[in-house]
């Protein structure tokens, strides 16, 4: 392919990825299926045409890794939960759901035939398409940083739809009365364009910690002599600046987050500042100053706002929190009765009401308020599980990989700095610990856990914009070495 016709798929490709990551957001964060589904019908579109023509992609790259293939399998199973078996194969895989099916035929009086193991096949089905886009996604991401060495249209794109997120969720603070979009009435909380304030902080919550990697990575290319010239200096005030705003930016997006009132999302936050603090160096002056900086727009802006309320709700927690209890244990009978196969993919919310103990009809449950416990329920033990450890032990490793590095380099800047030009041209200094690719993967670790953390109490993996995301930043975490290495896929 010339160097035009890359650049021009570049392009598309940069269009295809930022699409969904602006409109999924911007829409409810695409939690009702008529919003994100015609986003994902466009994406996968858009994905053929430059697939088709590039010779060079083969399917078999996607499984040279054997843990690549371990988590393909898994991801095929909601297809299994889908697939028409006899009656006798469901009584033996799942005792509960042949039971169901049973009385169902003797009240409608039809013969035995044919059952899938989900309750419902066709929400099973649409939410693993849905599953088949963040796969693609994914992908496609990682083909992309494959071909770049710098990512500054998607920092264009993240930086756009935070501060946007965060302008419009002060605003409701500011103007009670303000709601979202046309869905929901004001209730004077930090919400964005999200219906619920607990997915719109775990939203910024996983942005942030990658915008401050960003914002750090920017630091001026060092100059090897004292007399600079009238442009380095010019180019060095500039950075500066740029640095100074993209801070208040990002301050803001703090602020809008601890005034969404959402106490996960306020704990899972700080465990990603401790992440990121952990491992981007302790001796690191910028960090500190940048950190400080961000925290100190949210608290003066914040004095003026009022904290009261925010307090109020950690207060009351002793309050809330038998609710989600009895919840988790209405959720624990459900998986007992499922514990192999599952429910089936998107079918919590219609079975659960088989085992709801404490609520009425009028309030009923639709979310366990813990990913982990409603992905057992769905998918069952085993495939869920597996799920959850293939994506624990992915990010310790990468915890850990940083860690060694960390120490072996010792505190940034300790090695000898080597100049170079990146790929605009422009001379850069890497010191190795230093490096934009490093800082962007201590930014997406601590960024995931947030949402790994939030997950606990919370059904963030329900909401597509930051299902979305945290798919971005498993991605944005593989070391980019590994990623060229064999020119593989996975």
Request: hydrophobic share 50%; charged share 15%; net charge positive.
């Amino acid at each position: 392919m010339t160097e035009s016709g890359v650049g021009v798929s570049l392009r598309w490709n940069h269009w295809l990825l930022g699409m969904p990551m602006v409109l999924l957001p911007l829409l409810l964060g695409g939690a009702r299926p008529w919003i994100w589904s015609p986003v994902v019908a466009l994406f996968l579109l858009g994905c053929l045409v430059p697939t088709w023509k590039d010779h060079s992609f083969s399917l078999s790259r996607v499984f040279e890794n054997r843990w690549s293939l371990v988590l393909a399998l898994l991801f095929l199973y909601p297809f299994l939960q889908w697939v028409p078996l006899p009656i006798h194969w469901v009584d033996w895989l799942n005792p509960e759901r042949a039971e169901w099916l049973q009385r169902s035929r003797i009240v409608a009086r039809t013969a035995s035939g044919t059952a899938s193991i989900t309750y419902m096949p066709l929400t099973t089905l649409v939410s693993w398409f849905w599953w088949i886009f963040l796969a693609v996604y994914a992908l496609l991401l990682r083909r992309v940083i494959q071909a770049q060495d710098r990512l500054e249209w998607l920092f264009h794109i993240l930086y756009g739809v935070a501060a946007f997120e965060a302008f419009y969720g002060l605003l409701q603070v500011l103007i009670p009365t303000l709601g979202v979009l046309w869905e929901a009435a004001g209730t004077g909380h930090a919400r964005g364009t999200f219906v619920n304030r607990n997915h719109y902080a775990n939203f910024l919550g996983m942005i942030w910690p990658l915008l401050l990697a960003h914002l750090l990575a920017l630091k001026p290319a060092s100059i090897q002599h004292r007399n600079r010239s009238y442009q380095e200096k010019e180019r060095s005030n500039q950075t500066t600046q740029q640095q100074a705003f993209l801070a208040i930016l990002i301050g803001l997006v703090l602020l809008a987050l601890f005034f969404s009132a959402s106490r996960g999302g306020i704990i899972s936050s700080l465990v990603a500042l401790t992440v990121f603090i952990t491992f981007s160096g302790r001796n690191r002056g910028s960090t500190t100053f940048f950190l400080a900086a961000c925290w100190l727009v949210m608290l003066a802006y914040g004095s003026i706002i009022g904290f009261d309320e925010i307090l109020a709700r950690f207060d009351i927690m002793e309050k809330s929190a038998p609710g989600r209890f009895k919840i988790w244990e209405d959720t624990r009978r459900l998986i007992g009765d499922h514990l192999w196969t599952g429910t089936g993919l998107g079918t919590y919310e219609t079975v659960i009401r088989l085992y709801q103990s404490h609520l009425t009809d009028q309030f009923q449950i639709g979310h366990a308020h813990n990913d982990y416990l409603e992905l057992a329920a769905e998918l069952g033990i085993p495939a869920a599980w597996g799920i959850i450890l293939l994506v624990w032990a992915y990010w310790w490793k990468t915890a850990y990989n940083l860690m060694r590095q960390q120490k072996g380099w010792g505190s940034f800047g300790s090695k000898a700095a080597t100049p170079h030009e990146d790929s605009t041209g422009r001379r850069r200094v890497s010191t190795g610990l230093f490096d934009e690719d490093r800082l962007l993967r201590v930014g997406a670790l601590a960024g995931s856990a947030a949402f790994l953390c939030h997950s606990w109490v919370e059904f963030n993996w329900q909401m597509p914009a930051n299902q979305m995301i945290f798919i971005m930043l498993l991605v944005v975490m593989k070391e980019k070495q590994e990623l060229t290495a064999g020119r593989t896929w996975l």
